[in-house]
């Protein structure tokens, strides 16, 4: 669970305990303890410099470390067990590179690590997220229904691969290729709550036409993304609506919107712009937002209406 406090200018994001204070168990306390360390703030030198990497990263390096040199093993030998090069092994352990989700489990199963590195795969993945965003993912891992009003594009839960690359690479200024890896890889990883289950998170997309008629690359990058679209709206717990271009004024022209309702039934919304993203918890705000994206839904095409209109979209490219 998480807790959600109030501070001076917005809310802070925070971990809840449990059933009381954590259980401090051998391996898995360690990698947790080393994870909220780096992230409260040990990497001094890197920090002065503008040069810091994700503390994620850096814990789950030097446990990786510490877990290879038990069994035995240099980076080579490592390498060569999980089909991964040396360098890519020093990558990782030095907390330049983030472990994907394959790499975490074959070095777990070869280093008989009990799990303890797949522990800390989700905090290795939402460090990759932009900085803004990282609060917002920990909301959403604790959301079982997420509605969303997206004017200007594609929502990136929606996202094909090669969409999220283009937009990331017409970004300014620009993102040096390594950056666009991480958040390509991080973008795609978060759809994962699409397809969660227990509990399972509702999803409701309106999304304006105009981001569905601005190309973003070229036809080879839209169909495939229209199409996509229209795939994921085939979920029971997905349900895409376009506002029409010819709806002219309505109640989503504020601008873009998410509003999130938790496992305790907590809701929550957030509005994002220019990189900056603002949460709400004021419960009359809250209110005025959940009936202007009742009223958004009413206005838009209806699921299936904007199935045809998607399909037609993507048939004409």
């Keep these: 669970m998480y807790r959600v406090e109030h501070v001076p200018g917005g809310v802070r994001v925070t971990r809840a305990a449990v059933g009381g204070a954590p259980r401090r168990h051998g391996r898995v ?3 947790v303890k080393a994870v909220r360390d780096e992230r409260n703030g040990r990497a001094t030198k890197a920090r002065e410099e503008g040069t810091e990497l994700p503390g994620a990263w850096s814990a789950y390096g030097r446990l990786l470390q510490h877990l290879r040199k038990r069994a035995g093993l240099n980076q080579q030998e490592l390498g060569e067990a999980i089909g991964y090069s040396l360098e890519q092994v020093a990558s990782v352990e030095q907390g330049r590179r983030p472990a994907k989700a394959a790499f975490t489990r074959a070095a777990d199963r070869v280093l008989e690590a009990g799990g303890v590195l797949e522990v800390l795969q989700d905090e290795v993945d939402r460090a990759k997220l932009p900085r803004f965003f990282r609060n917002v993912s920990l909301l959403e891992a604790e959301a079982l229904s997420r509605f969303s009003y997206d004017p200007l594009l594609i929502p990136g839960l929606l996202q094909t691969e090669t969409y999220a690359q283009a937009l990331l ?23 994962a709550l699409l397809t969660r289950t227990n509990p399972t998170i509702v999803f409701v997309f309106v999304v304006e036409e105009d981001a569905l008629q601005r190309v973003v690359g070229d036809s080879t990058v ?3 993304q229209l199409e996509h679209m229209v795939e994921c709206a085939r979920r029971r717990n997905v349900e895409v609506q376009v506002m029409p ?3 002219g004024a309505h109640s989503g022209l504020n601008g873009p919107m998410v ?15 220019q990189d900056v993203v603002t949460v709400r918890s004021d419960r009359d705000e809250i209110s005025e937002f959940w009936l202007r994206y009742g009223m958004l839904r009413t206005q838009a095409l209806s699921t299936e209406e904007s199935a045809r209109l998607i399909q037609r979209m993507a048939g004409e490219l």
């Design 29 to 31: 306390w360690d990698a």
């Design 169 to 191: 690479e017409a970004h300014f200024p620009p993102l040096d290729e390594e950056t666009i890896e991480h958040r390509v890889a991080a973008r795609l990883a978060r759809q």
């Design 222 to 224: 839209m169909r495939p």
């Design 245 to 247: 271009a010819t709806r």
């Design 259 to 273: 509003l999130l309702e938790s496992t305790d039934r907590t809701r929550h919304v957030y509005v994002e712009a």
